[in-house]
Structures are given as C-alpha cells and as structure tokens.
C-alpha cells in the first residue's frame, strides 16, 4: 500500500525506492564482498587483513630487536617539585629553534628548564654549556603539565639527561617522551623528590617488570613502575625508528 502511493504521487519514482522489497542490498565500505554472492554473510571478506597476533609490534617486539636488556643510567639528580610545567621546562622564546638541526638541538639544550624560578639556586646546565652534568631529573606530580610542546622531552635529551622519575606525568609530555624517544619517562612509586637532593648520586636501572632507582648519597633503593611497550620505543629512538624497525614504513635507506 506505502509503495502504490508513493508512485501514485510521483510515477517516475524508481521501483526500487518506492518498494522495500526491492531495495539493493547494502554494501559496507569497509568490507569487501565475495563475487559469487551477496545474499551470505559467511562471504563477507575484510578490507584489510589484520596481522597475526605474533606479528604485532605491540604485543611483542620486531624479530630484528632483541628482548629488552637492562639498561643502567648513573650520574646526579637534578631534583623538581611538583606540577613543572613545560614553559619551565623550555620557555615558549625558545620554541623557535629546530631539533633536527645539529646546531639548534644543542642550542636546546643549553636552555634545558631554564623556565624555573629563582628558588632553585642550581643551575641545570650553567650558563655557557650546552650540556647538564646532571643525567636523572626526579621530579613530583603531574610532570611536564602545560601546553603539548614536543620540544621539552627534546631539550632534556639534547642537554644530555638520560631519564625523569616523576610521581605522575602529564599524559602529553608522557607521550612525547616516547614518540621522541629522548628521554624515559619513569614513574615510582612513592615521593622521590621528598627524599632525594640535587647533586645525589644515584643509578637508574630499567629493566623489565623490576626497575629501581638507588641513591648511593642516602643508601636507599626505590622500586619504579614498569615503562611497558613504550620501553621498546624509546629504545629504538622514536615512534619513526622503530617503525622503521618493526617494518611498519620503509626504511630509509629503501625509501
């Protein structure tokens, strides 16, 4: 009754619109359909195979990578208080200068969390420098908090720190530390920063599951969250290398 009045309306009014019965079967842009019929969805194929479990780089990691071995960071602390946001971190003056060059990477470097106040008498890098003597910052909550900046895990790295234990992170300086892969972004457990001071020696040693970090200065040991799949990352140098990698893009030498 619906489909005689609506071509009673408009006579020109295709069939197939006018009848439900006789509407085209749907075709999903996401699937590709089987030529010899439409009518089974057992013949429904997928667009794009998904890799098998084994084979993904964020399940395990790519054959040409070895499991992840320890890594030990030793040198001074360069001890942080809580929320150090990321114009701290690299003031926006200097947001000008480009990581891929040399010349300006150094430069970066050499402005490594010159943003903080007056209150921390002790320079990161003294002036004149490029590079800090100090290879661990121990920071409080909410780390790196402020704007998206990519140049602030950048400029820690250039400067030659080789990890940050914090409390919390802000999740975008988190995941710029990674995709640069300049620096570890380590989580303990407990205040660091309440029992560490500027100028500790201690050691990072980044393992899976069992990371510590240990002051030789007060003798104490501190158990740190485990980095996960973002270790493998960091490891190879950046989202780009280790795609590049895990043969997820070209190589550079193949492109």
Known sequence: MAAASLRSVNPTLPRTL??????????????????????SFSNLKPLVTPPAPSSSPFVTRSAAASPQERKTFHGLCYVVGDNIDTDQIIPAEFLTLVPSNPDEYQKLGSHALVGLPASYEDRFVEPGETKTKYSIV?????????????????????????????????????RNSVATGEIYPLDSEVRVCDECRTGDVATVELREGDSVLINHTTGKEYRLKAIGDAGPVIDAG??????????????????
């Open 18 to 39: 006018a009848s439900p019965t006789r509407s085209p079967p749907f075709q999903s842009p996401f699937l590709r359909f089987a030529p010899a019929s439409t009518t």
């Open 138 to 174: 121990i920071g409080g909550e909410n780390f790196g908090c402020g704007s998206s900046r990519e140049h602030a895990p950048v400029c820690l790295g250039a400067a030659g720190a080789k990890a940050v234990v914090a409390q919390s992170y802000a999740r975008i300086f988190f």
């Open 238 to 255: 950046g989202i780009f290398a280790y795609a590049r990698k895990a043969g997820m893009i070209p190589s550079a030498a193949a492109a």
